[in-house]
């Protein structure tokens, strides 16, 4: 079982930034597919950013060139969000898979509470 937990929303202006947390209970690091995720009231969950290693991620159209996923240690991983928009606003949540060799070997399973983010133009 793995217990993910996410820090880092806020509400902040247009054009500004803002660095989310996913601590996990567990050493994630080659071991765990993480991946970020949003939905915004009214609208379908979105798929924001994936880290399978340290060189493979991926991103939604949405926010590339923009958001940056990494781990920086064992159990953390991290969204910089920044040059923020008004449809940014969303609540924010971490999730995980299991993963070896950069290939998922499951859906992504567990799920944190989230953290809102709150961008006003």
């Known amino acids: 079982q793995v217990q993910l937990v996410e820090s880092g929303g806020d509400s902040v202006q247009a054009g500004g930034s803002l660095r989310l947390s996913c601590v996990a209970s567990?050493?994630?690091?080659?071991?765990?597919?993480m991946r970020w995720v949003r939905q915004a009231p009214g609208k379908e969950r979105e798929e924001v950013a994936t880290?399978?290693?340290?060189?493979?991620s991926t991103y939604a159209d949405s926010v590339k060139g923009r958001f940056t996923i990494s781990q920086r240690n064992a159990n953390t991983v991290y969204l910089q969000m920044n040059s923020l928009k008004a449809e940014d606003t969303a609540m924010y949540y971490c999730?995980?898979?299991?993963?070896?060799?950069?290939?998922?070997?499951?859906?992504?399973?567990?799920w944190g509470r989230g953290t809102q983010v709150t961008v006003s133009a």
């Open positions: 999730a995980a898979a299991h993963c070896s060799g950069g290939v998922m070997r499951s859906g992504f399973i567990y």
């Open positions: 880290i399978y290693s340290s060189s493979n």
């Open positions: 567990v050493n994630t690091n080659g071991r765990y597919g």
